[in-house]
Structures are given as structure tokens and as C-alpha cells.
């Protein structure tokens, strides 16, 4: 079984470019995309759009842009904190902020990780690469 | 000059006025009490004088009873009489004695009564001789007229010097009344003209202290007048500067809001172009000729320098965000941290070289000096860079200073200006921001930056991180 990746990403260009890096990272992955804070938090509680969801597809890790439509990356992070069922799901937050308030707020909603979106593709091919192995088959999941 | 319309010299003009009432009116209380008291004093000298005549007019009776007693012998041989005349001899010495004690300061009467005695004394002897020779002859009345005749001479002397001594009395009386009468006089006028001079100044300082008065009661409601416009002034200052507060809070957190996307939206497509270059030039490296390779590796290059550039903006908008917390800080520490990145360069650093700022930001601060002097000393044979603090008008100053390229003086104006540029970008390369970024982070502690350089001899940037010591 592949482990699911939920990639929250309203910028299309940000969107490929992940992608790309993930499928080139080695690491066998199904990935799951949503474009902005309320379809994510749709998909995870199986709600709105994403009702009909398959239970068992539960997401190994989130990886979370900030600067989202409707609800934005912080809301999104303090709600799946504050439900039972999402409480302990890992969360990186990958963004392109290298604000430290970002960064101090991220932890404090209980993000697991801050990761920066690097202009160089080959630092942001390295970044996604590591995040695929550690969360995907290092990491033991709750 | 002084007039009366002033202030001061109408208040001491009103003050000598009351004085001189006030003088005024102790003067005539005064005169008053003495000539009350001569008065008393010229009571007692008439009292004096009646007291005289009244002893005088004993005086007389005592004689006349010596008279009628001589002549009620004479006539009836009655040894009775003898006692009466006895008894009025008494009354006659003791009168003169008591004159004498009155007129003692009288030395007129006191000759006067010096001469009274021997005239009473020789009208006595003559009646003594008289009643002497009727006790012992019995009664003759040829020689009773002669010693009657002699007594009568006798008793008119007598009766001359009585009424000299009481006209001397009526006389002395008369004077003493007049002065009473004049000096009465003279005291109700004094008192009359005094009290009216006094009364008449005194009612003037009253009419022109009650004009002060009015005139300061204008004066003090025009100040408060006065003083409830300031202070309604100053309500609508702070009224307006809280206003002007919030507008400014309101545009900075705009604008904040406004960078902030700017800066992220910016770096988005930027990431874009970059990333999908290089992903050509990684996927599709067998296929791409050289100079397609050579356009993809501009992009690239343009996309670096564009991120640097929003970077060190976006760290120059931080400055002006961020608490400021003052510690003490090792400077050549932090110096030497930044010129440990740096290639071979001479550090030349003092024994000692602390300030009190914010760590992050003087991090930031000495970086971009640092980086700066060994960008101008790129060319220089043994490039060489100095730091450390002089005095300056009681000031500490701190410098860095290098041997580098060095600036005109005359372009100063754009050295510390976001993008302003001494050199061309391909001379020496940069964001073009980095002094404006010190200058930025000197001002947040309240300091000041400034530079001092010559074309080809190097420069010295100085700086305080604190606000000038008033």
C-alpha cells in the first residue's frame, strides 16, 4: 500500500513543480491535491466536496502552503489540531515566507516542520526528496 | 519708562497714598492727646487759681472777723470777742500759710505774701495794744477812735495787699481761660483739618484700590479665558495627534500588509521561471543547443539575483518591525564572525569594542559594513579593513574602515538611498540596498550613519547606535 500524500497548494506553477520534485524524489507515494484551506480541511474530515472519501485513505503527512484562499494555512493547522481524529497527523508546513513570526506560529499550532520553498529548483528538489523520505518511510506514522 | 498707566508704579503710588493717611492720622491722634493733656494740665492751673481766690476771699473773712471782733470789744468789753479774734488769727496765719504753698512757683505773690504778714502782724500788734489798754484803763473812747483810726489805717493796708494778691489771681485766671479757649480752638481745627486730609487720602487709595481690583478681576477672567482656550487648544492637538496616530498606524500596517504579499507574491513566479529553467536544462540537456543552454542559464541567473534582491528587502522591511532589545554586545566578536566568511583580508581590530544594542540587528549591520569594505578592496594589492570607536564632540563613535575604491564625495547623496549606486553593477555587484539598510537599522536605535571616502584611498563609514547625548 502506498503511503498518501496531501499536498495543499492553490499556486499551479508551485503545484508542478512539486509534483515533479516528489515523482523524482524515489520514493513511492499516491499524492492528493487540494487548492485552497477549506477543501483541505474537506478531504480530511470527508466533508463538502470530499464526502464521499474513501476512509482509509488517511494521509501520511500534509504539506501545507500558508498564503491560501478562504482559509488560510495557520486556520487550517490550528483546526486539525483541535480535532481528535487529525490531532497527532503530520504536518509541514512548505512555504515560501521566511518570516520567523511564520515560523514561531507554525510551532505553536503544532506544525511538525517548516520547510522554505527555495528559488533554486535543485535546493527545492533536494528539500522535497528529504521530506519524502523521512515522512513516507522513515517516519512511523501514527 | 515708568508712567502711571504701570502696574507697579500705580500699586506704590496707592501704597505711599496709604501711608501718608495712615501718618496722617497718627499725627492728629497725637495733637490730639497732647493737647487733651494741656488742656487737663490748664484745667488744673484755673482749678489752681480758684482754689488761690477762695483762700484769699478766708483770708478777708478771717481779717473782717478780727475787725468785728476788735470793734464788738471795743463797744462791750466783752472778753468773748477776745476768743472770735483768737480763733480768726488762727484762720489768718493758716490762709497765708496755704497761699504760700499755692503760689510757691509765684514768686510775685510769694512777695507779695512776704509783705501780707507784717501787715497783718502790725494790724494785730495795733489791736493787741488796743485790748491791752482797755483791760487795763476801761474803756476810753478818745483813745479807743485814735487806736481805731490807727487799726482802720491798719486794715486798709491790709485790704490793698488782699486785693493786689486776688487781682494777680484774676488776672493769672483770665490768661489761663483764654489759653483754654484758644487751645480748644486750635485743637478742633488740627483735628478737623487733619481728620479731613486723612479721610480725604484714605478715600482716595479706597476708590483707587477698588479700580486695581476691578482691573485685576478683568484681568484674571481674561486669564482664564485664556487659559480654558489653551487648554481646549491643547485637547484638539492631542484629539488630532491621536487622529494622525491612528491614520499612521493604519497606513504602516497597510503598508506592511502590502510588502509582505509583495514580497511573497514576488517570489512566487519567481520560483516559477527559475525552477522550470533549471528543470529545462536538467530534463532536456541532450537536446538543448548551447545557446539555448546559455538563455536558460540567464534566466536563472536573473531569477538569483531577483531573490536576493526581494530578500534584502524583505530584510530591510523586518528592521523597522522588530522589537529592539538592548544587550551588550562584544563587537569584534561580531566582526569577527563576518569577516571569518570573507577571503584573505587584513582585520585590524582595537583590544576592546562593546556597544549595547540589538544582537540580530548589529549582526546584520557590521555583515553589510564588513561585506561592503571587502567588496571595494577586491582590487586593492593588500586589501585591509579597521574597526573601532573614537570620541567625537563627546560622542562615542564607532568606524569601519577600509583601503578599498573608496567614493566621490560628490555623489554622497545616493550612498545610503535604497538603490542608489556609486559603481556600476558589473564593478562591483549588489542589491544596491545593503547601506540602506544600516542606515535603517542605526536609526532604530536612534543613531546616525554617515561616510567619509576618497576616490581610490578607501572609506570610513562611522556610526552611533545611540540617540546623541543631549
Not at chain 1, 53 to 77: F, H, S, T
Not at chain 2, 29 to 55: F, K
Not at chain 2, 178 to 202: C, D, K, M, N, P
Request: charged share 25%; net charge neutral; with cysteine.
Amino acid at each position: 500500500v502506498t503511503k498518501l500524500v496531501l499536498l495543499v497548494e492553490d499556486n499551479a506553477t508551485d503545484e508542478k513543480l512539486a509534483v515533479r520534485a516528489l515523482a523524482r524524489s524515489g520514493v513511492a507515494h499516491s499524492l492528493v491535491i487540494v487548492r485552497d484551506g477549506a477543501e483541505a480541511l474537506d478531504y480530511l474530515f470527508a466533508t463538502g466536496t470530499h464526502a464521499q472519501r474513501d476512509n482509509a485513505l488517511v494521509p501520511a503527512v500534509v504539506l501545507l502552503d500558508l498564503q491560501l484562499p478562504r482559509i488560510d494555512g495557520l486556520e487550517v493547522l490550528r483546526r486539525i489540531r483541535a480535532d481528535h481524529r487529525t490531532k497527532h497527523l503530520p504536518v509541514v508546513v512548505l512555504t515560501a515566507s521566511r518570516r520567523v513570526e511564520d515560523i514561531e506560529k507554525c510551532y505553536a499550532l503544532g506544525g511538525n516542520a517548516f520547510v522554505r520553498k527555495s528559488v533554486e529548483f535543485q535546493d527545492f528538489l533536494e528539500a522535497m526528496k528529504t521530506i519524502a523520505l523521512f515522512w513516507l518511510s522513515l517516519n512511523e506514522a501514527p | 519708562m515708568r508712567t502711571a498707566h504701570d502696574p507697579g508704579m500705580r500699586g506704590r503710588l496707592d501704597a505711599l497714598g496709604a501711608w501718608i493717611a495712615i501718618v496722617m492720622v497718627a499725627v492728629v491722634l497725637g495733637l490730639g492727646i497732647q493737647s487733651t493733656i494741656a488742656l487737663v494740665d490748664n484745667t488744673g492751673w484755673i482749678d489752681h487759681t480758684h482754689r488761690v481766690i477762695e483762700v484769699i476771699d478766708d483770708f478777708e473773712i478771717h481779717v473782717s472777723r478780727i475787725v468785728a471782733a476788735r470793734r464788738g470789744f471795743a463797744l462791750t468789753g466783752d472778753m468773748a470777742q477776745s476768743a472770735k479774734y483768737k480763733q480768726s488769727e488762727l484762720g489768718c496765719a493758716l490762709a497765708i500759710l496755704e497761699l504760700r504753698i499755692l503760689t510757691v512757683d509765684n514768686p510775685a505773690q510769694q512777695r507779695r505774701l512776704n509783705e501780707l504778714a507784717p501787715a497783718l502782724a502790725s494790724y494785730i500788734t495795733r489791736w493787741n495794744a488796743a485790748f491791752e489798754y482797755r483791760q487795763a484803763h476801761g474803756f476810753d473812747a478818745g483813745r479807743e477812735a485814735v487806736e481805731v483810726r490807727y487799726g482802720t489805717n491798719a486794715f486798709a493796708d491790709l485790704s490793698l495787699r488782699i486785693d493786689e494778691l486776688t487781682a494777680e489771681e484774676k488776672r493769672l485766671l483770665a490768661t489761663r481761660e483764654l489759653r483754654t479757649t484758644h487751645s480748644l480752638t486750635q485743637t478742633r481745627i488740627l483735628e478737623a483739618v487733619g481728620a479731613g486730609f486723612g479721610l480725604g487720602l484714605l478715600a482716595i487709595v479706597v476708590i483707587r484700590l477698588r479700580r486695581e481690583i476691578r482691573r485685576r478681576e478683568r484681568s484674571e477672567s481674561a486669564l482664564q479665558a485664556s487659559e480654558v482656550a489653551v487648554t481646549q487648544l491643547n485637547q484638539e492637538l492631542e484629539r488630532r495627534i491621536d487622529e494622525r496616530t491612528a491614520q499612521l498606524k493604519l497606513s504602516n500596517d497597510e503598508l506592511e500588509a502590502f510588502s509582505y504579499s509583495l514580497i511573497h507574491d514576488l517570489r512566487a513566479p519567481l520560483r516559477g521561471m527559475g525552477s522550470f529553467a533549471a528543470v529545462l536544462l536538467d530534463e532536456q540537456r541532450d537536446t538543448l543547443d548551447d545557446g539555448a543552454k546559455d538563455s536558460l542559464g540567464e534566466i536563472q541567473h536573473n531569477a538569483r539575483k531577483m531573490a536576493a534582491l526581494i530578500d534584502a528587502l524583505d530584510a530591510m522591511s523586518r528592521i523597522t518591525r522588530c522589537e529592539l532589545a538592548r544587550v551588550d554586545i562584544d563587537l569584534n566578536e561580531v566582526i569577527g564572525a563576518s569577516t571569518a566568511k570573507l577571503g584573505v583580508v587584513d582585520v585590524v581590530l582595537q583590544a576592546e569594542l562593546r556597544a549595547v544594542a540589538d544582537r540580530a540587528l548589529v549582526r546584520s549591520l557590521i555583515d553589510i559594513l564588513v561585506d561592503n569594505s571587502y567588496k571595494f578592496t577586491r582590487d586593492a594589492p593588500s586589501p585591509r579593513i579597521e574597526a573601532g570607536d573614537l570620541q567625537l564632540d563627546g560622542e562615542r563613535v564607532l568606524f569601519i574602515r577600509d583601503n578599498g575604491a573608496g567614493f566621490d564625495m560628490a555623489h554622497y547623496d545616493k550612498l545610503f538611498s535604497p538603490f542608489g549606486r556609486l559603481h556600476t553593477i558589473t564593478e562591483f555587484p549588489g542589491t544596491g540596498i545593503g547601506l540602506a539598510t544600516a542606515r535603517r537599522i542605526v536609526q532604530r536605535h536612534g543613531g546616525r550613519i554617515w561616510a567619509d571616502g576618497h576616490v581610490g584611498l578607501g572609506a570610513t563609514f562611522y556610526f552611533t547606535l545611540a540617540a546623541r547625548p543631549k
